[in-house]
């Protein structure tokens, strides 16, 4: 962070003094303007009387044509400096961030031919694109990388980014209608969404006054089927019901004003609509994104021990990292099982298969073992029948 911080400082700086250059330029071009003007219209008065053009006028037309090259020049000048403002930053990058950091993948990963894996890496792209609410942008590079990407992939992102907006300007009506329509869902996914949105509702009629009291009253009947699972909550709502002639704002309910509560539902939306569609809240990209963040530092160690100990060859695999990396908690989603034998991470097309032995390997790897229709396994190695070993679900 203190690398980013010291980056920032140098770009508030070219920023500042982009501003009062501008600034400055503006005035003094200002200024020369009206004194050109001003001249003009001496000259013009003097050609109409007809008369010669005086030696002080001729003295002040060569000034001002001076005055005019000095402003021009010293803005030039001033343009200069900032030049190296700027190249400023560009060292401040040098020195702050490694830029070696292209050296920890082979270039094979950046040249594949193939149009599948080009492809791959180009939906993940647009996935990304349609997830953060960029609809233009994402359809521009689909035109662009003729990728084809159908309606029902879009749908999802479209819905829930329609709603977003709308909770964004604070327009609860798309986002009540949602979630009223997928209650049972929600309710098994234990998703308190509904009512913080019937919540932020009632708190707006609240907000609104005294003369808004019947109709809080008659909407806080929405409660009604939240009534076991919110119970205290629904007691502070009508408990603030009290201070409404006095105003909500001087109240101790005053909490309830907070706008915090509109990051809050936009988060609780998202996170629980993405669970009940079967997205991920975070895109695959960003994902992948922030775990190469976490992984650099150590592949850069892992890197440079390698050049220095001259033991090129250790990583040559382009699919596969030398050594296992912690990520941390946060990026912790499913086990997965690699196959001992083939080195492949398990799928569903090549399931793990445990054998009696209780040794696992994949279903591949078994096919592959098998001879004159026995298998040995590779680890005991006991024989057995290869129709014996049994399918694991992890
Ligand atoms: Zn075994």
Not at 131 to 153: I, R
Not at 155 to 166: G, K, S, T, V, Y
Not at 317 to 344: N, T
């Amino acid at each position: 962070m203190e690398q980013c911080a010291c980056v920032e400082r140098e770009l508030d700086k070219v920023l500042h003094k982009f501003l009062t250059y501008g600034q400055h330029c503006e005035q003094s071009l200002e200024e020369l303007l009206h004194y050109v003007g001003q001249l003009r219209a001496e000259l013009a008065s003097a050609a109409l009387q007809g008369t010669p053009l005086s030696a002080t006028l001729s003295l002040v037309m060569s000034q001002c044509c001076r005055k005019i090259k000095d402003t021009v020049q010293k803005l030039a000048s001033d343009h200069k400096d900032i030049h190296s403002s700027v190249s400023r930053v560009g060292k401040a990058i040098d020195r702050n961030f490694d830029s070696e950091i292209c050296g920890v993948v082979s270039d094979a990963v950046w040249d594949s031919r193939e149009k599948q894996q080009q492809q791959i890496l180009q939906m993940a792209i647009v996935e990304h694109l349609y997830q953060q609410g960029m609809l233009s942008v994402a359809e521009e590079l689909c035109q662009e990388s003729t990728l084809n990407v159908d309606l029902d992939f879009k749908q999802p992102f479209l819905e829930l980014n329609r709603i977003l907006e709308a909770l964004h300007e604070q327009d609860l009506g798309p986002a009540l209608e949602w979630a009223i329509s997928h209650r049972q869902r929600l309710l098994e996914l234990n998703s308190s969404l509904e009512f913080k949105l019937h919540r932020l509702h009632f708190i707006r009629l609240l907000a609104s006054g005294p003369e808004k009291q019947l109709e809080a009253l008659s909407y806080a009947r929405h409660f009604q089927p939240f009534a076991r699972l919110h119970q205290r909550e629904i007691q502070v709502m009508m408990g603030s019901l009290v201070y409404l002639r006095l105003g909500l704002e001087k109240s101790p309910y005053c909490h309830l004003l907070d706008n915090s509560h509109w990051a809050e539902i936009c988060e609780t939306f998202t996170r629980d609509a993405c669970s009940l569609l079967g997205l991920s809240v975070e895109s695959p990209l960003s994902v992948s994104f922030a775990s190469g963040c976490v992984a650099l530092p150590v592949l850069t160690n892992i890197k440079a021990v390698i050049e220095q100990r001259q033991c090129t060859g250790v990583w040559s695999h382009k699919d596969e990292l030398p050594i296992e990396i912690e990520l941390g908690m946060k990026y912790w989603y499913h086990s997965v099982f690699a196959c001992p034998i083939l080195r492949q991470q398990t799928s569903d097309s090549n399931p793990p298969i445990k054998l009696i032995c209780g040794h696992v390997i994949s279903r591949d790897a078994l096919n592959k073992l098998i001879n004159g229709g026995k298998l040995k396994c590779p680890y005991c190695p006991m024989e057995q029948n290869p129709a014996d070993g049994k399918r694991i679900i992890f």
